[in-house]
């Protein structure tokens, strides 16, 4: 059974879905205006920060998002997750950390290799110079 | 010059397409229009715009406007295309959770603070794309984490206690709006000078 009420403020149609949810359809004449997103906005309510996670994105949904439950809701693995930043080249060692340390000095070699490109495009006059012949054993 | 115009100017071969094109784009919810930058990308493909947004606006009819969501649209050699809507950039959310709107703007610099319980929902969320059907949780989480870091978002194993996150949050305040206004004068600086 379909019921259609269109309220005159917000001109939307309802369509009552299977399960007894409602779904809410823009009327075909309503049009989101783009407005210009304030990029200085800081929300200062930090009680709500803490207590809940405020990504709820329906329009219809629980305000302002999932509560925060305690420790003994969330999985064990959740509160074991690797939280450091990346370790510099100089902090790995290739027997305990294997490959993450040979990734790391992969990177190092590319971004010394970018660095002696730049170089050499900047002294081209130099390509054939003696001292740049053997740039590449460096 | 004349020689130069000459070799810059060559035929464009039509190069017509055989296969199913894929579109990835973010599309803010409700405000899919024929406006660059979506219309010409939809126009080239051979796909009918207008239909297109009524019915991406429609789809999107009960998520928030203004929200983006990353769209995969499959074009078909018939015109026809399968259009799937994903759950929301992961970057908006991780903004959302932590209350600002801008990253952070230079290395080692902290926009937002975080606990790992706000991480694990953003996960569940991300989790119903048929991209991540497959993947554990726990990968999901370690990657939002990876993304958090890039936009200066700090994540913490505790819970957030909220009277320093207050402090936070109005230092941050202070030291947004102060970027802003540097950026600002930095424009008009530049108006004034090639203007």
New interface residues.
Partial sequence: MFRLVVTKSHNICRTPVAQGSVRHFAAPGAKVVPQKEDKSFVDTDAEKLSKHVCVNFYVQGEEPGPAIKPDSEYPEWLFKLDLKPPQPLEDLDPEKDGWQYWRELRKRQMQQMRRLEQVRLKRLHLQDSPSMKNWRRF | MATKAATRVRKKEVVKVVHGALLRTHI????ASAAPPLGPQLGQRGVNVANFC?EF??ET???????PLPTRINVKPDRSYDLEICS?TTSW?LK???????GRQFYGEVAGKI????????AL?KSKDRALVGVP??EI??KI?IQS?SIGIE???E?????L??QF??E??GT??KQ?AELAEKKAAKMLRTG
């Fill in positions: 803010k919810a409700g405000m009524k606006n429609k009819g009960h998520i928030k406007p203004g929200v929301p959310l959302q959770a932590a209350g600002i709107r801008r606990s790992v319980k706000h991480v694990y929902e953003i969320i949780l726990e989480c370690r984490i870091r994540v913490q194993k819970d957030l206690d909220p009277e996150l207050k949050l109005a941050r305040s947004v709006a802003l």
